[in-house]
């Protein structure tokens, strides 16, 4: 009696052990993303000089450098800025209109589609993206939640959260075309 209770204690334990042991890899130690791309391994995207990077999985076109920097001999150069959700969205329609192109946020489905799952810091191809900070950017989309969120994005890891006050300044990237 006692050897069959054991035996099912152990059945029942067989399946959580299992859970536990294959979830552990989510914390499991990654790369830094700038030791996992060698040399000028662009990752599926397609670049020029002037700072554009076309990904060709879902052919959105990016500014290589978080949105008031420029891009100048393969680096970014300046500070990015740092804007509410509101102002970035400002900026991007005033940046259009100057520019004479569309350019926009992109949606956490773009944003979250250029993050590397192998590495981390940030979680983003150095080559392609040079110098990217590690910290919240905002997407153009919406919080499920409530109107006073949005979706951020957490380049250190590619984290998405939908819970970011509109209010926060934030920096963030620009893809050109319509949505």
Known sequence: MRLEIKLKVLLALIPLLSAVLVGCDYYQTKLDCSDYFEGRDK????????GLAKFEKNGVIWYR???GQRYSN???KGEPLRLSWDEANE???????????????????ELKSIMEEKCINP???????PGLEVDNFWTASGSLNSDLFRCSVYTYRGDLFCRQPRVVELPFLL?????
């Not at 329609?93 to 949606?107: H, N, Y």
């Not at 893809?175 to 949505?179: A, K, Y």
Request: aromatic residues 14%; glycine residues 12%; charged residues 20%.
């Open 43 to 50: 990752g599926g995207f397609t670049t020029d000089e002037s």
């Open 65 to 67: 450098c978080a949105a």
């Open 74 to 76: 393969f680096r970014c």
């Open 91 to 109: 900026y991007a329609t005033e940046f259009s209109q100057k520019s004479g192109k569309a350019w926009r946020l992109p949606s956490k489905q």
């Open 123 to 129: 979680s983003v191809n150095p080559t392609v993206f």
């Open 175 to 179: 893809v050109g075309g319509s949505n």
